[in-house]
């Protein structure tokens, strides 16, 4: 296992593009029981409100009217084929025939810039889908008649990026002003209407890491929100090249303090793409499951540039959910081995297994 930055004698982590240094005393912080923070309560975390291998994923659309500078896609997503309809109606007719899966995720871009939208949905729940879900940055959703039309076509889940907890921060990384507010009014108009169940995910970056414990604040009393997520930045890449990286020992505890967070307000929590030793009493909330992911065969290759399972224990670590050290930050902050240590072999924290997908 190669090694691209240097370890001082006082264990600081090296950015090994910036030269910034950090001081690796804060993983005895990382690792305090719950009970040496008295301001964080102590909850039971909440179960999930869906299970991933009920749904299937299908990318219906390639096209976005943000500019998100941690998109996964923002590159490819121009060269990246959407379902055409004799791919979906193939979906259709499969869940109709052998009932697979009870939810549909509508996803790829942003879903709601397809004028179809809601006759997607009303096929899906004819074909025996129960339930019919869209992943989108939420920003039509400010219009309460669109969000109606969507909910009365057969859309009763929704899974809302919210890239931070304020609209200069958010906007700032949506690269779109006015953004923030017309996805926070989008949230609160699908509040308004019963038996809809509402998401949001915010990646985990160095712009929008300080901003977790106030997204949980931002979004913790809406009834119809049922789970939180926060996955880390993935760059898609071998290197980091647009310096969103962060250090795991630096965002760790604003990771802890929104799980406890959302915990405390009844909310399911759910961290993507994080070290599992590194979040000590709020382990449970690592899950790296997701749902059957139909796409363009071409995205996979990118993908898996990422790098997965690297750590210096992986031999020896039982974490069930943990991927590692992916190879982008491996190469900017190194392998932590002085920081990272070995769960044990039988995983208390959680009984989830990760599958890796498919390529």
């Known amino acids: ?107 790829g871009s942003e879903v709601t810039l397809r004028s179809d939208l809601p006759d997607l949905a009303r096929r899906a729940r004819d074909a025996g889908f129960e339930h019919v879900r869209i992943q989108t940055h939420g920003m039509r959703l400010a219009d309460s008649r669109y969000c109606r039309t969507l909910v009365d076509a057969g859309i009763d889940e929704f899974f809302v990026s919210l890239t931070a907890d304020t609209a200069m921060l958010h906007d700032e990384i949506t690269r779109v002003p006015g953004s923030f507010a017309k996805t926070v009014a989008g949230l609160r108009n699908l509040d308004a209407i019963p038996g809809v169940l509402t998401m949001t995910n915010t990646v985990v970056t160095r712009l929008s890491c300080r901003s977790l414990p106030g997204v949980v604040k931002l979004v913790g009393s809406l009834k119809n929100l049922r789970e939180i997520h926060f996955w880390t930045y993935w760059p898609m890449k071998e290197t980091d090249d647009l310096d969103l990286l962060v250090p795991h020992p630096e965002v ?20 993507k ?35 997965f399972h690297q750590c210096a224990y992986q031999t020896v670590c039982g974490s069930r959910q943990c991927l590692g050290i992916n190879t982008a930050y491996a190469a900017r902050y190194g392998w932590h081995e002085d920081i990272l240590a070995p769960l044990p072999s039988v995983d208390a924290a959680t009984a989830r297994v990760w599958t890796e997908p498919a390529p």
């Open 1 to 107: 296992m190669t090694r691209d930055c240097d370890r001082p004698s006082d264990g600081a982590v090296i950015d090994s593009m910036t030269g910034r240094r950090y001081i690796s005393w804060l993983p005895f912080i990382l690792r305090l029981p719950v009970c040496a923070m008295p301001s964080l309560p102590i909850v039971s975390p909440p179960p999930p409100a869906t299970q991933p291998g009920d749904y299937v994923e299908l990318t219906v659309h390639f096209r976005c009217n943000l500019a998100c500078q941690h998109c996964m896609i923002l590159e490819s997503m121009h060269w990246l084929e959407p379902a055409d309809e004799i791919a979906f109606q193939a979906l259709l007719d499969e869940n109709a025939r052998d009932r697979r899966w009870r939810g549909l995720i509508l996803t």
């Open 252 to 271: 760790a505890p604003f990771i802890r303090e929104a799980v406890r967070a959302g915990w405390a307000a009844g909310k399911h929590v759910e961290v």
């Open 273 to 307: 793409n994080f070290p599992h030793c590194l979040l000590g009493s709020e382990a449970a909330s690592l899950c790296n499951d997701q749902s059957e992911l139909r796409i363009d065969p071409a995205f996979w290759p990118e993908f898996h540039r990422n790098g």
